[in-house]
């Protein structure tokens, strides 16, 4: 137990980071669609026991979630339908606090607000179309393109869970959790979705054909990664989960997005700074047992 002078602040810096950091996330609505979302009585596509749940719960989805935004940057039509129809330059936060709040209904919540979010999800898709450089049409309706977003996705949440998690997956949950996550992106419509850990890796490598830089991408990192719309006090720490994510990317992707590679750094510097970034956000958002409960 902490002595008691020292209780109460600790327990009020606790509080105010984890606040912060939830306001950051979910908008002024968290609190009460956390609520919904938890508290809603109904069954649920999964239980608060599996796989899919302890990897979207934990604090390494920072860094996963980071890491995936960089990994999806490299399709082009991915690229474009995010420059010209997302709001990350003007609204950044709005678009993690939309994406984040479809990550938690469709995680936790019951199985009829999960089909709700994902058929609106479709319809926004269906109206995100445009022309690639070279005169292909795309729309992210494509299947082909939904998939290549969920298996940028759910590799990176499961990088980020092994390296960064509380408690890492061993193979066979690391299969369930792929499997589990399939179910979401089929959903959304995608086909042909990886069911294991393998079909991940498999699908991974069949997608670098097409993968490359592109000056937006180029652009769009740079702007994630040195020009986050975040108080300079709060740039620190995010720089240090953005080279944590960067860290997680494959060798053969910094090419691709001028994005250097110290792999020596990156097992040693970096992975100890990112397991303390994200050991502090676990903490600070884990309600406080004991006497910090109390205070």
Known sequence: MLPPPLTRPLADVRAGLGAALFARVAGPSG?????????????????????????????????????????????????????????????????????SRFLAVTTFGTAADAERACAAVRAIHERVRGTLPDGTPYVASDPHLLRWVHVAEVDSFLRAHQVYGARPLDAAGRDAYVAQAARVAEELGATDVPRTEQQLADALAAYRPELRGSPAAREAVRHVLLTPPLPLAARPPYAVIGAAAVGLLPAWTRRHLLLPWLPVTERTVVRAGGALATSTIRWAMTPAPGPERAA
């Open 31 to 99: 609190p009460a669609e956390r609520e919904r979302i938890h508290g809603s009585p109904g069954p649920r596509w999964f239980g608060p026991d599996s796989e899919i749940a302890r990897v979207h719960g934990d604090a390494s989805m920072f860094v996963g979630g980071l890491r995936a935004l960089l990994l999806q940057m490299l399709h082009p039509a991915a690229m474009l339908a995010v420059s010209e129809h997302s709001g990350y330059r003007g609204d950044p936060w709005g678009r993690l606090q939309r994406t």
